[in-house]
């Protein structure tokens, strides 16, 4: 890469900066954080042939590599405030870049979030993302707040898609070409549930984002509440399989299928969260205030271990593997 | 990459925190921010073939990630807090990462740096670190400050010395063993002025750290001092070419090649900064208090352009280009 596209890289990346006391371009950015607030970070990885396929539109691209840190925070219930974005490329291109900085700037304004620092190198493509928000000192929303009797909650309707989506691109399944393009949606085009994170605060016991698969993340969620109890034990939960909220595209598989997808699809970003059932009015005035669908899918127990459960409270089901970028 | 290695990367890089509120495993990590101070965040990717070679050793591949990030907050001024760590790795081997934990946690401990948060995924060898630090308001070394008539200095006595290391390992250059483990040192184990960044704070007018070349990073300075002043014209300096702190090793070369690597070798993460002629025994006690050299290396000026001089003030040089990773 020469000097000149150096040039171009910033052409497209360098905004103006308005809440950042400093804009890009010093060694460091410098932010103001408003006081009583606690700073929330998180860093993600997104890597070509694990995280997105090598033909995947760079709009969409740009998208995604923020969309899925907002969602950390938004598992925070934090507020997004600025992001760095460091990235190797193996080459530049500047119609790529430029669409990829349009997908990136288009959920930065959406959320108000503004990009004030970064790094650019040759190598295998990789963008690395940090984020950075706010929250109220004490009032982030934890993993490790569930009880047993909590209600477990999930929001959105498309659990399970990006799965479906990667599945069509392997070729172990098939999908009418309108359906493949939804399902594909979700998988590159995840929403961060950012109004609903923070319309949390306060309500939800527990919450985390949905990024290795419902099971996966929901292990977590039992095992860090768990942990966080004087019983140190991990919790249990009981998922109410018919509840577990699923695209039209999705719902046309086989019943197996679909349960597999939706309990351990992965890369879904949305909110998988827990509330005591006295709040449930709450929940659901949470999910109307940030216009975000949320469904009732399971209760946490005591008994550690996950049932699957249909409408007549049979077990139908025990947890398969969370989805693993290294398999 | 197996869930058993995913346990093995945690083993290594999950350890006690004690300033932030939340330690590492939770969506985000949360900083409580002192009030009153600016947060500084930076972030650096370091990419196989491009910032280190292939045969490093972990070790000095961890402590390295991390020293030039902390080395962007020493030229801010900044008291390093905390770091995040993604990276993409072609396998999970026990050995090597243990060795680059090990390298990180050592240069970490010696900056009261703490990993809040991270991510790993499989992919071509690749670090990513964001680094923060906190720094009274308004008083952030920026790379804008510099006025016609301050002083130039650089910290070190190890200019050129990484860039020399390279050329070895290019074959461009023969060395003595022992002188080419000595380079290899600057090259791998530079050290972060993080004490001497501090200390400048109030003496400084503007500083920047040398990652790209004394030329190109001073060129930096320039162009925002210069774009910060009314006239928005560039800046210029004088270099004087004997003030040039350069190691034993590198002296033994031609002075053309001394000259060449001194401005132009990138890699050395020395504090290069400007300071008013007034404060210059200020700045010589900030180098005593932080143990660390400092070099009165020329002078900025009105007239755009880098001039190198040599003692009798003839003009011997005019600018190289920059080390440039895209090469």
Redesign the interface.
Known sequence: ???G??DLIQHFFTRPVRRS??GV?????????T?GM????????L?????FVSTVAPRRLGHKALAVNLS??A??G?RPL?Y?????LPRADAAWLGELAAGLHALADEHAVEL????T????L?L?I?V??E?P?GQ?L???GAAPGDDLWVSGRTLGDARLALEVLRGTVQLPGDAFEQVRRAMEQPVPRVALGQALRGVASA???VSDGLLGDLGHVLR?SGAARSAAAPLGATLFADNLPRSAVLATLPGGHQLEFLLSGGDDYELLFTAPPALADAVRAAGIASATEVSRIGRIELEPGVRVVDVDGQVIATPW?SF???R
Chains 1, 2 share one sequence.
């Open positions: 890469m020469s000097l596209e150096f006391p400093l371009g010093d060694d460091c950015a410098l932010l103001a954080p006081p606690q700073l929330a970070v998180s860093t993600d990885m890597v070509e042939g694990r995280h950390d925070l598992a925070c934090a600025a760095t974005l460091a990235f190797a004030v620092g970064g790094d190198t040759a190598g295998p990789n690395c940090t950075f928000g929250v000192a982030a934890l993993r490790s919450a985390i984002d860090r593997a693993d970028h290294f």
